[in-house]
């Protein structure tokens, strides 16, 4: 539950306290994923996003997520077992991966494939991948002081209904062993971060390894990127 999580996120003060939690709780995500009730689900559409598909995924149709800020891990729950009953045990296990793991993360080789991509520059690409006050301010442009600043956003973030960022994308796709495509709305006011945003984002075990990317695509979640609040919604 999102309580016990809490409790357990509180250990979350060293890299050998979030491989424990890693080693410990990674068991029972399989032991989830195995045991997955494959009764037929009857998703909501969501209508709305609907409407903001991007042009390429025009014949998707997407599916409704509890929007309470645990929406990330809600939306790859259902993509998991057709529900969202995994998304706390999920955010336990991306933040315990993105702290345990902090040294390959602030080295990401999709980091300068992003920047390229968008345009902006590597440390631009990091500061919007953090996209939490304390882990700026920690990084503050500083790469030297970025392996930090994610265990700073690993530890703000492991509350449950904290707004989670790029880099929570990148560590889940580690902890449940497959992509993540997220898929960003066509928005030209906001092309640039479309591009830093856009697209796959793969397990730390493939660039560990000699696995081609390609091969591992079709085992892809894909999530798209929308929120709800009262903005008003122009054009």
Partial sequence: TDSQIKEVAKSLTSKQAAQE????FVPLLQSRLKSKNDVSKHP??????????????KQWLP????????????????????????????????????????DFYAHHPQIKEFASTSGYSNAAIITIFLSEQKAI?????????????????????????VYSRQF??????SVIERPIYAV?????????????????????????????????????????????DRMPLLG
């Fill in 168 to 173: 929570h994308i990148l560590a889940l796709a």
């Fill in 137 to 161: 301010n920690t990084f503050n442009g500083d790469f030297s002081k970025l392996v930090s600043a994610i265990q700073a956003l690993a530890q703000q973030t492991a509350e449950p209904t």
């Fill in 44 to 57: 909501r559409i969501d209508f709305l996003s609907k409407a903001l598909l991007p042009s390429d995924f």
């Fill in 21 to 24: 939690i890693l080693h410990n």
């Fill in 184 to 228: 960003y709305p066509d928005i030209p006011s906001a092309w640039a971060v479309k591009l830093a945003c856009h697209g796959y984002f793969y397990p730390r075990e493939v660039f560990q390894s000699e696995s081609n990317l390609e091969t591992i695509k079709d085992d892809a979640i894909f999530v798209m990127w929308t929120r709800t």
């Fill in 63 to 102: 599916i409704e997520s509890s929007g309470d800020g645990n929406c990330l891990y809600n939306s790859v729950s259902l993509s998991l077992v057709g529900d969202e009953s995994l998304s706390a045990l999920l955010r336990l296990l991306t933040v315990s991966e993105l702290f345990a793991h902090a």
